[in-house]
């Protein structure tokens, strides 16, 4: 019977080869490939090598992994400390309109267009918005570096909050509310009650809302582009930069490779840390 319905997932797995795995292999191969100045993309049958690799380890390089890795951790741990509540409310809803309500309005935003998100975020924060006054108050000027940073982070936050939101409310339906009153039976303040019993509880599905939003912030694309204003740049941007402007393909396709390496390595290494911490609780 298992043989036979191996039969079924073909299909499936056909489409993911085709789709998914056979890009990444053509990216791999182009990026050990040589390119020569004055085309686009690398010669056919050019001889393979660990130039385009090389040049990664450079500084100039570095500062822009170290941007991209830098503002998506930020975003991605302010995005989780605002979403939790909002899980929460949400999952704690009894009036079953009111919580259906919530749901409609998270998914709304889940899929709302991103250059809708980006641009109101750029004209809120800009000059004709509430920008002056922000950018006074936290001693930054408009077109500072600074500033770029946190027009980015806030952008990503507009995208994160209810990804994570809506990944949190099912392990958060999934506990029973008489665990924190008793807690609070016993005597426990309700902070405590719900730092020992809500969020170990729900921890699981903190750590999938982080890798979920971790991987959205490194791979963001129109944010950094437009909300950056040139000052910050992430991976992705420079990636487009060697594709579409410069046209050295294996430079951007190693580029590429080592963003998806990394991030992977990351994501991996978390969930190892926090599963085997979780496991020994």
Known sequence: MARRDSWLVMPAVAVVAMLLLAPLVLVGDESLRVFVPGRVGSVHDAP???????????????????????????????????????????AREARPRVRRTWIAFLVVML?????????????????????AELSGWLGLSLNSRGYAELSIVLGLLHCLIPMAAIVLLAPLQAQNPRLVEAARALGAPAWKAHATVTLPLSARGVLAAFMLCFTFSISAFVIPLVLGKGRVLFVSNLIYSRFGEVGNYPSGAALSIALLSLSLIVV?????????AWDRW
């Open 268 to 276: 991996y290494a978390l969930g190892r840390a926090a599963g085997g």
């Open 111 to 131: 899929f709302l267009s991103i250059l809708i998100r980006v641009y109101a975020v750029s004209l809120a924060v800009g000059p004709t918005g509430f920008g």
């Open 48 to 90: 393979l090598t660990l130039q385009n690799y090389g040049e990664i380890v450079r500084p100039a390089y570095a500062r822009y992994f170290a941007d991209t890795f830098r503002l998506s951790l930020v975003a991605t741990l302010l995005a989780l400390a605002l979403a939790y509540p909002i899980g929460y409310r949400v």
